[in-house]
């Protein structure tokens, strides 16, 4: 979903689950490694990549040497991306965002293995299928994660027991289990309060099902299979959204979605762990309504970033104590506190800063729906082409919902478009 935080911290957003990227090593174009003794560590990241008070205690930490950190804003790959064809001006250490990690492991030469560092001590504190996301498939680690996205079924309480559905978590968990289910809920609410669409854009939960889902659109042998039963089910789904008229069309993070949030028109989304500050932000008058519940149909993973080390750093072994001491368990669960940045490491789950309940949520504690999805999600494969060959399916979903097109054609179109896109970037 197109939501506030998530347009800070991207300058797109797609969709990545808990993958396994692909592309063992690429060209090797950056500038030769350094030599010399490090004075300065060069940190890279993006405005609210990371918690402030953990990057104010970690630069504290490491007086010699010393880090100067760089906030990056507006296109952050494409600068990084920029500054390593220049040569010069390259950072020891950058954040990479999940949803373009896959594009940059075919550079995997531009970074350095984090295994050579001693990242083989530290791997299993990290949930695995984020570890293999940031994985070559010869095995090389380019990135420890900073953070992940785990979804959740966020639903007014009050809303919801007012048009007649279950309002208790444990209820909501169990009868609505599955996306027909949910879909089937939105119908009875639609009867009862026609104003509240259980579906803000139906469209908006296309890549939320494709991640539930332990493959995607491009197979390990470099096959293409986004034709596969898989995607057409998650296109179905949407799709049934749509002609089960529960859709409200709202996109998110548009005014009207904001605005539905408080008023009740918009009583529930699938969003990952960190939309709960957009709710938060936009709610008002419904403090203490809104609940949380598992998503239908499983777990999946909605963002989440790393910590590289480039080839340029003048002190690989020092950039990655520094990595180590920032992301570990204490520090990710003060980086939750900061700013809701959900921690890879489940260690931090037990830490008091993710124990606490919410009264936002009623007194949910939210890390008790969190913490097992992140820890169930599928671990798939993703090709560097993913993205790009993903997006057709998105632009046709669309033109289904606008009415421009019915979804056979729409289908068709789209596998032509994503074919058409995966053969020009090599695959078979």
Request: net charge neutral.
């Given at each position: 979903?197109?939501?506030?935080?998530?347009?800070?911290?991207?300058?797109?957003?797609?969709?990545?689950?808990?993958?396994?990227?692909?592309?063992?090593?690429?060209?090797?174009?950056?500038?030769?490694?350094?030599?010399?003794?490090?004075?300065?560590?060069?940190?890279?990241?993006?405005?609210?990549?990371?918690?402030?008070?953990?990057?104010?205690?970690?630069?504290?930490?490491?007086?010699?040497?010393?880090?100067?950190?760089?906030?990056?804003?507006?296109?952050?790959?494409?600068?990084?991306?920029?500054?390593?064809?220049?040569?010069?001006?390259?950072?020891?250490?950058?954040?990479?965002?999940?949803?373009?990690?896959?594009?940059?492991?075919?550079?995997?030469?531009?970074?350095?293995?984090?295994?050579?560092?001693?990242?083989?001590?530290?791997?299993?504190?990290?949930?695995?299928?984020?570890?293999?996301?940031?994985?070559?498939?010869?095995?090389?680690?380019?990135?420890?994660?900073?953070?992940?996205?785990?979804?959740?079924?966020?639903?007014?309480?009050?809303?919801?027991?007012?048009?007649?559905?279950?309002?208790?978590?444990?209820?909501?968990?169990?009868?609505?289990?599955?996306?027909?289910?949910?879909?089937?809920?939105?119908?009875?609410?639609?009867?009862?309060?026609?104003?509240?669409?259980?579906?803000?854009?139906?469209?908006?939960?296309?890549?939320?099902?494709?991640?539930?889902?332990?493959?995607?659109?491009?197979?390990?042998?470099?096959?293409?299979?986004?034709?596969?039963?898989?995607?057409?089910?998650a296109w179905d789904i949407c799709v049934k959204m749509m002609t089960s008229k529960v859709d409200g069309k709202t996109p998110g993070g548009s005014p009207d979605w904001n605005a539905g949030?408080?008023?009740?028109?918009?009583?529930?989304?699938?969003?990952?762990?960190?939309?709960?500050?957009?709710?938060?932000?936009?709610?008002k008058t419904s403090v203490g309504k809104w609940r949380l519940a598992p998503t239908p149909s499983g777990p999946a993973n909605f963002g989440g970033s790393f910590l590289t080390i480039t080839k340029n750093a003048a002190d690989p072994a020092k950039a990655f104590e520094v990595i180590k001491y920032m992301l570990?368990?204490?520090?990710?669960?003060?980086?939750?506190?900061?700013?809701?940045?959900?921690?890879?490491?489940?260690?931090?789950?037990?830490?008091?800063?993710?124990?606490?309940?919410?009264?936002?949520?009623?007194?949910?504690?939210?890390?008790?729906?969190?913490?097992?999805?992140?820890?169930?999600?599928?671990?798939?494969?993703?090709?560097?082409?993913?993205?790009?060959?993903?997006?057709?399916?998105?632009?046709?979903?669309?033109?289904?919902?606008?009415?421009?097109?019915?979804?056979?054609?729409?289908?068709?179109?789209?596998?032509?478009?994503?074919?058409?896109?995966?053969?020009?970037?090599?695959?078979?």
């Amino acid at each position: 979903m197109e939501l506030s935080r998530r347009s800070l911290l991207a300058g797109g957003f797609a969709l990545v689950g808990g993958t396994m990227v692909g592309c063992s090593s690429g060209m090797d174009t950056s500038a030769p490694a350094k030599t010399n003794v490090a004075t300065t560590l060069v940190l890279w990241c993006w405005p609210g990549g990371l918690g402030k008070s953990v990057l104010d205690e970690t630069i504290t930490h490491f007086p010699d040497p010393t880090i100067k950190y760089s906030e990056i804003g507006g296109d952050f790959k494409q600068k990084l991306i920029t500054t390593f064809n220049g040569g010069t001006g390259i950072p020891d250490i950058t954040g990479i965002k999940g949803e373009d990690i896959a594009s940059m492991l075919p550079q995997a030469n531009r970074f350095v293995d984090l295994k050579t560092v001693g990242a083989d001590a530290i791997l299993g504190d990290y949930l695995e299928w984020k570890v293999k996301q940031a994985t070559t498939l010869d095995g090389k680690v380019l990135g420890i994660p900073i953070d992940i996205g785990p979804t959740a079924l966020y639903y007014r309480e009050d809303v919801f027991t007012k048009g007649g559905l279950p309002g208790d978590p444990a209820k909501v968990a169990a009868e609505l289990s599955t996306w027909d289910d949910f879909i089937a809920a939105g119908v009875e609410l639609r009867k009862a309060n026609p104003k509240a669409p259980i579906v803000s854009d139906a469209t908006d939960f296309y890549d939320i099902i494709i991640g539930q889902n332990p493959t995607r659109y491009i197979d390990k042998d470099n096959k293409f299979i986004g034709d596969q039963d898989h995607i057409r089910k998650a296109w179905d789904i949407c799709v049934k959204m749509m002609t089960s008229k529960v859709d409200g069309k709202t996109p998110g993070g548009s005014p009207d979605w904001n605005a539905g949030l408080d008023q009740g028109t918009v009583p529930a989304l699938v969003g990952a762990a960190w939309v709960a500050l957009d709710v938060k932000a936009a709610c008002k008058t419904s403090v203490g309504k809104w609940r949380l519940a598992p998503t239908p149909s499983g777990p999946a993973n909605f963002g989440g970033s790393f910590l590289t080390i480039t080839k340029n750093a003048a002190d690989p072994a020092k950039a990655f104590e520094v990595i180590k001491y920032m992301l570990n368990a204490d520090n990710q669960a003060k980086a939750f506190a900061d700013a809701q940045i959900f921690p890879a490491t489940p260690a931090a789950y037990d830490k008091p800063q993710l124990k606490a309940a919410d009264p936002f949520f009623g007194g949910q504690v939210p890390i008790e729906v969190f913490g097992p999805a992140a820890k169930n999600i599928p671990v798939a494969y993703e090709a560097p082409a993913d993205s790009a060959v993903a997006q057709p399916f998105k632009d046709e979903l669309k033109s289904v919902q606008s009415g421009a097109k019915a979804s056979d054609a729409a289908w068709s179109s789209a596998v032509s478009k994503a074919k058409a896109i995966a053969k020009r970037q090599g695959v078979q």
